[in-house]
């Protein structure tokens, strides 16, 4: 075998399907060309894919792995912020299961040396029939990328370095309790290997699962304090409801008693009168009741004198108004015509004047640059220069508003928990037309979970 085909440690990069499988493998140089953009993976298009780096040595066993997240656009391209040094994670990270060639290098969510890619990477699952670190396991040990084998018999010695012992040590001593208590201590070492190994994926297994645990109690937390608050708004609104409704029922209640009152004391009085009438006799009843009859046409003659009265003042006050309004309106045509007489024979001659003499009307506005008017276009510019600047660059006038605001102070608009703009400077977007709200004028980071949430 050649000093150029000699194995050696190779890095690779393997992504995860949904389903849990091993759905791409490439060689890292293969990975950096995709991150610099010289190819694309569309299958992965629109998703946040979970990948693998991984150190494998020349007999295909695993010596570190990173276990990280990356994003595609709809094209497949990576995320262009993508900034993860995989191979420093894997030097400086932490001791994990021995896949065969002793302990791994580790660095997952729950094992990072760098605090702040924490929230980028990703915790294996550990559970029997669904590990992560067996699949990549088997997955390096068949070889799919054909790495260069290290040939386990070439490790032996050649024969010209045996050297012959002294024919008087060609016979050990008599095995005794020293071979039995090397193979003892032996037996107890590996014993103590295997229980510190197991010790080791047991904590990494109870690390992964606490922080699983915590970002789902912080999930559950968070939708009960929103549903408490919802709750708290809707008793609040009940009990505001109900203080109105007993306030109307009191209200209620008074009314009622009041007109209970009255109509005792009505009662009372026509009973009286009743009475009174029997008394009397049937001719003053008649008497009182044409009186009676003859006071009630009085107070009707006289409310429909009243009635008619107030009718014949609103229909004069309304026949003023209505000549009110036509005054108003006459006037108004009147200055209409005035103000069209006098903007013919002032601005718009003067205007005329100077097209004639080869004057040309220019603006300038962002993005759409410099704008020669027609006269005919003069007074649609006066009205509306902003819409105006719009229709040019073929977009409508509030995506110019919006991409006017991005031009004048490129930073991110997202909205931060607290509330204050994130105002991270971002790449300025030159054109109006290739502007999009909520993409456009966001930093990557609130522009990916944006895209995720409008997957989701």
Request: with cysteine.
């Amino acid at each position: 075998m050649s000093m150029q085909n000699k194995p050696q440690m190779v890095e690779a990069v393997m992504f995860f399907s949904e389903r849990g499988g091993i759905c791409k493998q490439m060689f890292f140089p293969e990975f950096e060309a995709l991150l610099d953009g010289v190819v694309n993976m569309p299958e992965f298009a629109d998703q946040q894919m979970r990948v693998a780096y991984v150190l494998i040595n020349p007999r295909l066993l695993i010596k570190a792995l990173v276990f990280f997240y990356l994003d595609f656009d709809e094209k497949g391209a990576p995320d262009s912020g993508w900034n993860i040094p995989l191979q420093a994670l894997a030097e400086r990270a932490g001791r994990g299961p021995d896949l065969g060639a002793g302990p791994i290098r580790l660095a997952c969510r729950s094992q990072c040396p760098v605090s702040w890619h924490q929230m980028h990477l990703w915790d294996p699952s550990l559970t029997p029939g669904n590990n992560d670190l067996a699949l990549l396991r088997d997955v390096a040990k068949r070889n799919s990328l054909g790495l260069l084998v290290e040939d386990e018999n070439a490790q032996a010695v050649s024969l010209e370095r045996l050297q012959m012992a002294a024919e008087d040590k060609w016979y050990a001593p008599d095995p005794g309790q020293d071979e039995a208590a090397k193979a003892n201590e032996k037996l107890d070492q590996e014993q103590r290997a295997k229980a510190a190994q197991l010790i080791k994926q047991q904590r990494l297994r109870i690390s992964s699962l606490t922080q699983q645990y915590e970002d789902e109690l912080a999930k559950f937390k968070l939708a009960s304090e929103q549903q408490g608050s919802s709750l708290q708004a809707q008793i609040h609104s009940l009990q505001q409801t109900l203080r109105q409704q007993e306030e109307h029922n009191a209200a209620l209640k008074a009314q009622l008693a009041a007109q209970a009152a009255n109509f005792q004391t009505s009662r009372e009085k026509m009973t009286e009168q009743l009475r009174a009438l029997e008394r009397v006799g049937r001719s003053d009843s008649d008497s009182l009741r044409a009186q009676y009859e003859g006071e009630m046409q009085a107070k009707i003659v006289s409310a429909v004198a009243e009635y008619k009265e107030q009718i014949a003042i609103r229909d004069v006050e309304l026949a003023y108004r209505g000549e009110q309004d036509t005054q108003a309106l006459q006037e108004i045509t009147r200055l209409k015509r005035a103000y069209a007489d006098l903007a013919s024979q002032g601005g718009e001659q003067i205007l005329e004047r100077l097209a004639k003499l080869g004057v040309v009307f220019v603006v300038y506005h962002p993005g759409a640059g410099h704008l020669t008017i027609a006269l005919q276009d003069i007074a649609a510019y006066q009205d509306n220069p902003m819409a105006y600047a719009a229709g040019k660059c073929f977009v409508s006038e509030e995506q110019y508003r919006h991409w006017l605001a991005h031009y004048q102070q490129p930073s991110c608009e997202a909205l931060l928990p607290s509330g204050e703009r994130c105002a991270i400077p971002i790449d300025r977007v030159d054109s109006p037309s290739r502007f999009a709200s909520g993409q456009s004028n966001c930093c990557t980071r609130h522009k990916a979970s944006s895209r995720l949430r409008t997957v989701s």
